[in-house]
């Protein structure tokens, strides 16, 4: 029996993509017969900027033997329990999206039911106060979550913001212990099959060719050989997400740092804020139909805490997604697979499941169509999901100022979002799939922070007496509010736990 094994798989593109693909898929087929290089040229600066992750990542690091204190030691890491949204349904609004959950079930019927019911009898606190890691996050406070939570109020569950550049350095040194391979070289030609349009090898600027039998594109908006060679095409969602344009540049920190991401928003689009142990990542993310760059710039410039550390960068970006992530033998990851706005750090989260989908499915030199088709429909679907959670932040929005959000407010969103919010507004009831990023929790934060409510609940509830529903969900409050006050700092975590030494590539 011939052996049908991919024995060279070549990546295009370091940064933050190319070296997570290169570290995971080293470690998962450590051992095998397959040889892993990485093409990058150090003459390529890259986009770098997201610096805030979702819990999923510290799954990732885990899987390769991190943990939590390595990884945060050596990206000069901070705490993240969620992001704060501020102004979003108007000037001086504000709440938390944390990575938990709200309240704990009663008699079997989820929580929110119970409170959309207190909240009609004037009994509810906001949403936060039930959870546990919005309350950790709002009083600057943090402690690991235990392993096995005593109970449901006790479950939260956190991420990173970190230096996305050290982190790819980090994801470079483990890569390279377990043997990939670094060019450092531009790509200068790609080779087809003449018969089957198959990638067959990289011509470089140095003269040196590089053969391969399975390619992974990372080499950003850019699509080297997911579309400059292969012509995959791209879906534009532009008529959703109408900002195009973003400015980042990074600043002085000032103070403590916050334990969570802060995003506001503006006449155009939304600043981000983002603290690290030794700088804060600032950006401007807009849309260019509403406002020019230089406006964009004043704006962001304006609002900083800290001293600018170098001049604002600027990207230019169209959201959306390429129409085929795997094409013939060319699987793309990372923005060469297509770009949402960071709004909900989503850019790290989809390289994580991108590399995940490759390692399930990883093929044999035959490339069975149905492995290429299960892989693109997953990407398809999970990145239509996650579009639609971030076209759910504007739709809903209660600001006045600008035509951004009036037209963003008057738009059809997607059919498949209409779906989800009509069976919300009717019901109160989750739509739920199995390939989706984000689980009813985070959908009931940005409901009930944008006030989008439904005005039933389950009617099981209705047998509750009104003051036992109140003490209970006094209790609730008071639970989470004593495990708050016994919680430390966050930069008493940081300093205890996750001080930084970074390190340099060699």
Not at 145 to 160: G, I, K, S
Not at 214 to 220: A, P, Q
Not at 260 to 276: C, D, H, N, S
Not at 299 to 322: C, N, Q, S
């Amino acid at each position: 029996m011939s052996d049908r094994r991919i024995q060279s798989l070549v990546i295009v593109g370091g940064g933050t993509a190319g070296w997570m693909a290169a570290a995971r898929l080293a470690q998962h087929f450590r051992g095998a017969p397959l040889k892993i290089t990485l093409v990058e040229s150090s003459e390529i600066g890259t986009i770098g900027v997201g610096e805030a992750t979702i819990p999923t990542i510290r799954s990732f690091y885990g899987a390769l033997g991190l943990s939590d204190a390595e990884v945060m030691q050596a990206t000069q890491a901070t705490v993240k329990l969620g992001i704060r949204f501020a102004d979003w349904s108007g000037p001086g609004s504000s709440f938390i999206h944390p990575f938990g959950i709200f309240g704990q079930e009663l008699n079997g019927i989820d929580f929110h039911h119970w409170w959309l019911r207190a909240r009609d009898l004037g009994e509810a606190a906001p949403l936060g106060e039930y959870s546990l890691g919005a309350s950790l996050a709002a009083a600057g406070r943090f402690v690991p979550p235990p392993r096995n939570p005593p109970a449901p109020l006790a479950v939260f569950d956190w991420a990173l913001h970190f230096d996305a550049s050290l982190f790819a350095q980090l994801m470079r040194r483990h890569a390279e212990k377990l043997g990939v391979r670094r060019i450092d070289a531009k790509v200068q030609r790609v080779n087809l099959r003449p018969e089957d349009g198959f990638i067959t090898s990289l011509e470089l600027d140095t003269g040196e060719s590089v053969p391969g039998e399975l390619f992974v594109d990372c080499s950003g908006f850019r699509g080297l050989l997911i579309e400059e060679t292969l012509g995959a095409g791209y879906e534009d969602w532009s008529r959703w997400l109408f900002c195009d344009r973003a400015l980042a540049v990074q600043s002085e920190t000032l103070g403590e740092p916050a334990p969570y991401t802060e995003v506001t928003a503006q006449p155009a689009g939304w600043r981000w804020e983002i603290p690290l142990q030794h700088r804060t990542g600032n950006g401007h993310v807009f849309s260019s139909r509403h406002m020019d760059e230089d406006a964009a710039r004043e704006r962001l410039v304006g609002a900083l805490r800290g001293k600018p550390l170098h001049e604002p960068r600027l990207l230019r970006f169209t959201p959306g997604r390429r129409k085929l992530a795997w094409s013939r033998n060319c699987v793309a990851l990372g923005l060469a697979s297509g770009f949402l706005e960071p709004l909900e750090s989503t850019s790290i989260a989809l390289i994580e499941t991108g590399v995940e989908k490759l390692r399930q499915l990883f093929p044999d030199r035959s490339f069975d169509p149905k492995i290429r088709d299960e892989f693109n429909d997953w990407s398809r679907r999970e990145m239509e999901r996650t579009r639609d959670f971030i076209v759910l932040h504007y739709k809903p929005n209660g600001r006045t100022d600008s035509d951004f959000w009036r037209e963003a407010r008057a738009m059809n969103v997607p059919e498949s979002l209409q779906h989800k919010i009509d069976l919300w507004r009717a019901r109160g009831h989750f739509v739920r799939y199995r390939w989706e990023m984000f689980q009813p929790a985070s959908w009931l934060a940005i409901y009930a922070g944008f006030g989008l409510l439904p005005e039933v609940w389950d009617p099981a509830v209705d047998a509750a007496e009104p003051n036992s529903l109140k003490a209970r969900l006094a209790d609730m409050r008071q639970t989470i509010a004593r495990a708050v006050a016994a919680a430390p700092p966050h930069a008493r975590f940081l300093q205890q736990t996750a001080r930084a030494e970074p390190a340099a590539v060699g």
